[in-house]
């Protein structure tokens, strides 16, 4: 039952999304269907960690011509048919360590050579990595030599990513939308683009360099009334 526990989703995230995610979470959910629009039309996607699809728009779904999930939460698989369609292929595991303790690449690629011919989203989880990998995250030798091999592994693959930057607390601020932008922008481009900001940046993902994406946009999700993350969405095609 670790899924079930797990920092990153789990019990406390489908209770945020019960109680959000119809209302405060549909500008970010907006945001991301139309990015993910293009990428999915008529081709077989893979949703890595998508919980319940909470952050995920029925109708763009649908587009794809197959729908294929994996989230290492056992609620997942019942959850997001329940929301999205029975159609949805599920698949319950871990794809990014053998042992829990540490990122390992023959995990993610293993299981990525079970989806040949599917383009591959990650759902808001590659910001989490860092809190759930924090041997890994601490030991700049591993984490160097896991981001190389993660690069190599998705080198020639269909990406797009959906992932948090930073974390904000406090009221609301104010964050203009952007999008198109060539290159990602470093965490003091991002806040000098935060106006109004009442509280403080509590947290940074390192998402920075995780995907060498050719497109990024940036919205702010605010998961709860007080706590704000700056999203990003990149893809690779
Ligand atoms: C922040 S949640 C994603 C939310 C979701 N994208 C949405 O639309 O609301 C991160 C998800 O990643 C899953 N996860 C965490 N570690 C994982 C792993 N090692 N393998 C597979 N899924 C994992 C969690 O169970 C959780 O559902």
Redesign the pocket.
Same mark, same amino acid.
Not at 36 to 47: G, N, P, Q, T, W
Not at 140 to 152: G, I, T
């Given at each position: 039952m670790y #899924?079930m526990a797990?920092l990153?989703? #789990?019990i406390f995230?489908h209770y945020l999304?019960v109680r959000y995610?119809s209302k405060l979470?549909r500008p970010t959910r907006d945001f991301i269907s139309a990015r993910l629009r293009d990428f999915a039309i008529s081709k077989k996607i893979l949703? /890595?960690?998508?919980? %319940? #699809?909470?952050?995920?728009d029925t109708k763009i779904l649908k587009l794809a011509s197959q729908v294929s999930c /994996?989230?290492?939460?056992p609620l997942?698989p019942l959850l997001i048919r329940w929301r999205h369609g029975r159609y949805i292929k599920c698949h319950t595991?871990? /794809?990014?360590?053998l042992d829990r303790q540490k990122l390992n690449i023959h %995990?993610t690629e293993s299981f990525l050579k079970t989806h040949p011919d599917s383009k591959i989203v990650f759902?808001?989880?590659l910001?989490?990595l860092p809190f759930?990998y924090p041997l890994t995250w601490k030991n700049s030798v591993a984490l160097d030599l896991w981001k190389k091999e993660f690069h190599q592994l998705l080198y020639n693959k269909n990406i797009f990513s959906?992932h948090d930057r930073l974390t904000l607390t406090g009221p609301r601020p104010l964050f203009q939308d952007l999008i198109n932008i060539k290159y990602p922008l470093s965490n003091e481009d991002l806040i000098a683009r935060v106006e109004n900001l009442k509280g403080e940046v509590v947290i940074d993902h390192e998402t920075k360099d995780i995907i060498v994406g050719s497109n990024c946009s940036y919205t702010l999700w605010s998961m709860t009334p007080t706590e704000h993350h700056i999203l990003e969405c990149t893809s690779k095609t």
């Amino acid at each position: 039952m670790y #899924g079930m526990a797990s920092l990153s989703g #789990g019990i406390f995230y489908h209770y945020l999304g019960v109680r959000y995610a119809s209302k405060l979470w549909r500008p970010t959910r907006d945001f991301i269907s139309a990015r993910l629009r293009d990428f999915a039309i008529s081709k077989k996607i893979l949703l /890595v960690g998508p919980s %319940a #699809g909470y952050l995920l728009d029925t109708k763009i779904l649908k587009l794809a011509s197959q729908v294929s999930c /994996v989230d290492i939460d056992p609620l997942s698989p019942l959850l997001i048919r329940w929301r999205h369609g029975r159609y949805i292929k599920c698949h319950t595991q871990d /794809v990014f360590s053998l042992d829990r303790q540490k990122l390992n690449i023959h %995990a993610t690629e293993s299981f990525l050579k079970t989806h040949p011919d599917s383009k591959i989203v990650f759902c808001n989880i590659l910001g989490q990595l860092p809190f759930l990998y924090p041997l890994t995250w601490k030991n700049s030798v591993a984490l160097d030599l896991w981001k190389k091999e993660f690069h190599q592994l998705l080198y020639n693959k269909n990406i797009f990513s959906f992932h948090d930057r930073l974390t904000l607390t406090g009221p609301r601020p104010l964050f203009q939308d952007l999008i198109n932008i060539k290159y990602p922008l470093s965490n003091e481009d991002l806040i000098a683009r935060v106006e109004n900001l009442k509280g403080e940046v509590v947290i940074d993902h390192e998402t920075k360099d995780i995907i060498v994406g050719s497109n990024c946009s940036y919205t702010l999700w605010s998961m709860t009334p007080t706590e704000h993350h700056i999203l990003e969405c990149t893809s690779k095609t």
